[in-house]
């Protein structure tokens, strides 16, 4: 096991120009991919500069982030729209830069899941904006998360991927709606356990520790909430999580 403690965040210059209250320039902005999100979201909002604000409260590194493309919805921000390039190492060594296009992003998804490249770095480009109101939008992501999501217990954040808008169509899910948590909710799963492994009352795509859950309560968890979704609404859900090792 690797765990990556690369660390230096860098300013790394500027394009574009600024005219009066006007500006369109771009501010670039170098992250190691072992940084912590919370880290460089927060060195982001002190430089004053605008892109990942909205991603204060995710956990994990700049590295996972890009592959997974991780997201906040409330506002709405993708860590791949502030991507500009990345260094990466392909599975035969070769280190490479690549421009954003290379990743591909889409919902929870970029190529690496496939390419099995590594993240070495990463240069976001962001704009400018006041720190009172980045910090704003950040502390109201952090609001909402408390307000929304098991706070203090173990979990693996959200279980599975959110449908896609044409699947709630053609099903149709209720109000055509498109939340995996919804579905779960309304399939009756909150409170339902598989050893220590429970679905959360708080929000329903999240399961928690409540003691001693194994990896295997949770895998037998995750095919019971599945199969009472499929049963319910017709709809088969895909896991968001990422599982390591043999199941
Ligand atoms: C409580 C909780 C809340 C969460 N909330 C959100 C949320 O709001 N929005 C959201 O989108 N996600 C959310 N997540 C998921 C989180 O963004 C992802 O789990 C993220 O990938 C974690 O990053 P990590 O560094 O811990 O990666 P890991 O969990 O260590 O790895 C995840 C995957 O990324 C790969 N990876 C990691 N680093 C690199 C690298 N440098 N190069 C290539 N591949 C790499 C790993 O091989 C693995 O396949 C949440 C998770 C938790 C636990």
Redo the contacts with the bound molecule.
Sequence with gaps: MIK?STQAITIRGAKGKRMGGASDELVFVAAD??VS?NRLVRFTIDAGLAGLEM?L?????????????????HPVGY?GDAVYQAE?LTPVGERKQVPRSYFHFAY?TSS??KTK????SVIFSLRSDTKEHLWEIANGSIRY?QET?PQGVK????TFRNISQAEALSVPTPNYTTSAGFLIDHAGCKGVRVGDAEISPVHAN?IVNRGQATAADVVQLIELVRSRVQKEFGVRLEE???K?GEF
């Design positions: 990556n991919s072992g999100m991603q409260g995710l956990p994990g590194t700049v590295g996972g982030a890009v592959y997974m493309n991780s997201k906040w919805t860590v990466i929870d690496i899941q490249d590594i993240v070495l998360r999501q979990s693996p954040g959200c999240f968001e999580i990422v390591v």
